[in-house]
């Protein structure tokens, strides 16, 4: 509870796992590696993302389900690049009690090869399609990357994953945009800022036609891929033979898109919002939007007490969800550290002399400005004051990430910003894989790739082998 903080922009790995043991988010000392624990703290910011990205999926038309853990070696091998690209990271449950199992079982490292299966029963006819539906699961992977809390675990305990199928090329599309939208939606909400790439054709999600991802940065420069969405194309419906019958009697394989998000996001919120108190929360996701903090003197914390729980009661009445730090152990002062770390947006202190002027203190978390007002105008002060942080996290952290986004016009340019840390660089390039290895390689980044959803950028010759270029790529440090 009394570890110290390093600062976050001088040690940001050192600031990253400290804040989440010491605010009570997650406990990682479980033996096995990559997998942790959801503390009470973490979890309840988990549910209040998580009851938004329900919110957008369920008013989008997407269903919530949910499958087995287990899918049989047979299902996992039926599409050729999806199995090269994951058979390295896969757990495999090969005994049942004391017995050998006849089939091997695999712990799905992401759901395709467990849903397609069923998709192909489930589809008949065009009246069948659209078929929209995500759940949110646990999953595993066998990193070999260095593990980290919440950004690469190897039980991933938070994965929103949807799967769609759809009769026309044309539908496919639509929805890979309410796909993109829906993210973005998420990530606005979060206050989160962010920039969508097409991924180059090597890096691409295993058996997709392409992916696009959404990637933040964290304070040290890194990139945090916090989001993926994949047009699948035919290539499942090929490989699980997911036909349908047409209105004129034919078949048709399904067009499918998948998309998936993870603890990642979460992570992404406590490293882009927080600061050397520790957490810094949106409204929106706090646990707690406000704490009141009761300053007692002798003959006068019967009175504190009692004001303390009428403006408490009335704060609930008014929606706000609120807390009343009543321990008696606690100084006043160590209750403010506690709260600033855990990151309740406001903090309402009431002492005797704040009674005796009819007011209440306020101190908002993300400035740590206090302002007196009148216990009349309190309720409203407080909802507006959650506006207002709202409004200026998100541009705090907007206006950091534009600061981190360069252009450069020759590869020593690129070194020089990427190897500072500084964040991600745009440079023009000629579409050439050979090229954008060099570059890769002679940065030691990796390629994010090809702006999506941004307005034509002026592209110049390849940043590599100088003849024209054809699109801006964008590269990176990467977590
Ligand atoms: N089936 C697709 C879409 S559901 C899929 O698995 N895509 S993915 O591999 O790109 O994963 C989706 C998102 O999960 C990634 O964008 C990333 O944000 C997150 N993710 C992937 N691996 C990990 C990991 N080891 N730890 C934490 N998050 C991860
Ligand atoms: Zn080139």
Redesign the pocket.
């Known amino acids: 509870m009394s570890e110290k903080l390093p600062k976050k922009d001088e040690n940001f790995s050192e600031w990253f796992s400290t804040v989440l043991s010491a605010a009570e988010i997650t406990d990682f000392r479980y033996p096995v590696k990559g997998m942790g624990i959801w503390l009470p703290h973490g979890f309840a910011i988990r549910k209040n993302v998580l009851k938004i990205a329900r919110e957008l999926h369920d008013e989008t038309g997407h269903q919530e389900v949910l499958f087995p853990l287990l899918i049989p070696e047979s299902f996992f091998q039926k599409e050729a690049e999806h199995i090269a690209g994951f058979e390295s990271q896969v757990y495999w449950v090969t005994q049942g009690g004391l017995s050998p199992l006849e089939v091997k079982l695999l712990l799905r490292p992401?759901s395709?090869t467990a849903i397609y299966p069923m998709f192909k029963l489930w589809i008949r006819s065009h009246a069948d399609l659209p078929v929209k539906v995500y759940q949110i699961v646990s999953i595993f992977?066998y990193?070999t990357k260095a593990t980290k809390p919440?950004?690469?675990?190897?039980e991933?305990t938070t994965?929103k994953?949807?799967h769609t199928a759809h009769a026309t090329l044309e539908d496919l599309m639509q929805e890979l945009d309410t796909a993109v939208w829906i993210y973005s939606s998420i990530f606005d909400r979060l206050l989160l800022p962010y920039l969508i790439s097409k991924r180059p054709d090597w890096d691409k999600?295993a058996g997709a036609e392409y992916s696009m991802?959404f990637d933040t940065l964290t304070p040290d420069g890194k990139t945090l891929?916090?989001?993926?969405v994949?047009n699948l194309g035919q290539n499942f419906a090929h490989a699980f033979d997911i036909q349908f019958e047409n209105e004129t009697g034919s078949h048709e394989y399904v067009y499918q898109s998948?998309?998936?998000?993870?603890?990642?996001v979460i992570a992404a919120l406590i490293s882009i919002h927080g600061d050397d108190r520790g957490l810094v929360l949106p409204p929106e996701v706090a646990p707690f939007q406000a704490v009141i903090v009761p300053i007692y003197y002798k003959e006068k914390e019967k009175e504190v007490r009692e004001v303390s729980e009428q403006i408490l009661s009335k704060l609930r009445k008014a929606g706000l969800r609120v807390q009343f730090d009543d321990r008696d152990d606690l100084t006043p002062g160590a209750k403010y550290y506690y709260h600033e770390l855990r990151g309740v947006p406001i903090r309402v202190e009431i002492g005797p002399k704040d009674i005796h002027a009819n007011k209440v203190t306020l101190v908002r978390r993300d400035t740590l400005k206090k302002e007196q007002v009148s216990m009349k105008s309190m309720i409203e002060r407080i909802q507006q004051l959650l506006d207002e942080i709202t409004e200026n996290m998100k541009t705090t952290a907007e206006q950091k990430f534009k600061e981190r986004v360069f252009s450069a016009k020759n590869i020593e340019e690129v070194k020089k910003i990427v190897t500072s840390r500084s964040g991600i660089v745009e440079v023009s390039w000629c579409g050439e894989e050979g090229c954008a290895h060099e570059l890769e390689e002679e940065i030691s980044g990796s390629i994010l790739g090809t702006p999506v959803t941004e307005k034509e950028i002026a592209v110049s010759e390849c940043i590599v082998c100088q003849k024209p270029g054809k699109v801006v790529v964008r590269i990176a440090r990467a977590h």
């Open positions: 992401t395709e992977r990193e919440l950004i690469r675990v190897r991933i994965f994953e949807a999600f991802a891929q916090i989001g993926t994949h998948c998309f998936g998000i993870s603890e990642r």
